[in-house]
């Protein structure tokens, strides 16, 4: 497929591609890589992590299942949705003008939530009211509960933060994820 015949990927078509953890992997090998790589180069690093051994420490036999599976199953997948170019003639992948569009899928947002504006809030009432309080003659014992009532509204808020950042979180390596 030629850049001048790439379509726009669907989400199904996205998530269908990174179903599988070999294309995964291939998608990420070769956004680290500085150019096109050799099929058997990313058939080698992909049969290593899947066996738990050194790419030295490989059987032919399984460099070889990889290199078919690649090959003859996901290479061409990744190529037809444009998001690899691989070259038959010299037996080198490299990554294709969709890859890109995938990662556009997982563009992490920022947050619509100012944290900063309310933790800075927060801290600003809490000191004025815990000066106040001081100021008017509060005894020491309602200063120690103003004092403890904006520890836990400070413990609120981050436990909110922490919650809204999880619900945001992608489980995609960052390398992956398109950030403008």
Request: zero cysteines; aromatic letters at 8%.
């Given at each position: 497929m030629s850049d001048s015949d790439y379509q726009q990927l669907s989400q199904d078509t996205v998530f269908d591609l990174l179903s599988n953890p070999r294309r995964r992997f291939v998608l990420h090998y070769l956004k680290q890589a500085?150019?096109?790589v050799r099929l058997s180069e990313l058939a080698a690093e992909i049969a290593a992590i899947e066996n738990e051994v050194s790419v030295e420490e490989l059987t032919s036999q399984q460099r070889k299942?990889?290199?078919?599976?690649?090959?003859?199953t996901?290479?061409?997948?990744?190529?037809?949705?444009?998001?690899?170019?691989?070259?038959?003639?010299?037996?080198?992948v490299?990554?294709?003008?969709?890859a890109g569009e995938i990662g556009a899928y997982f563009r992490q947002q920022r947050s619509s939530r100012p944290w900063q504006y309310y933790y800075l809030a927060l801290a600003g009432v809490g000191f004025a009211v815990y000066v106040l309080a001081g100021i008017a003659g509060?005894?020491?014992?309602?200063q120690f509960l103003v004092g403890v009532a904006v520890l836990v509204a400070f413990g609120g808020v981050a436990a909110a933060h922490y919650f809204s950042l999880r619900r945001e979180q992608t489980e995609l390596p960052s390398n992956l994820v398109d950030r403008e």
């Open positions: 500085d150019g096109p299942r990889t290199y078919v599976s690649l090959y003859q996901h290479i061409p997948k990744l190529e037809d949705a444009g998001a690899v170019h691989y070259d038959a003639e010299t037996g080198r490299e990554l294709g003008s969709g509060v005894t020491t014992g309602l």
